[in-house]
């Protein structure tokens, strides 16, 4: 019997937040690449891990694992990235209203 493991992490070429999930759902053929790693509380657009900028913090992060996502990355972005319910909060108070009709 052969016994493989295989890291998750390498298959990961994109992170992105909720906001940008539908769009990247809607146009995965175009994106390709591999796994795409949503973190479902933070507003973040779709970031490809090779076009993350070398001179960035994230891209310093990345350089040491030969860009591969790791949980030093994850960290950054845990710390770094805002969380989205407080964007949505505020976008729905700036821009809401409601009409209501009585029948």
């Known amino acids: 019997m052969i016994e493989e493991t295989y890291r998750v992490a390498n298959a990961v070429t994109h992170v992105l937040g909720l906001d940008a999930v539908a769009e990247t759902t809607l146009n995965q053929p175009e994106i390709g690449g591999g796994k795409k790693l949503v973190y479902t509380h933070k507003q973040a657009d779709l970031t490809k891990l090779s076009d993350v900028s070398a001179d960035s913090e994230l891209g310093r992060i990345l350089a040491k694992t030969d860009g591969i996502w ?28 409601f009409t209501i009709k009585k029948e």
């Open 70 to 97: 790791s949980q030093a990355a994850e960290n950054y972005v845990l710390k770094n990235y805002p969380e989205i319910k407080k964007n949505i909060v505020e976008c729905i108070n700036s821009t809401m209203f």
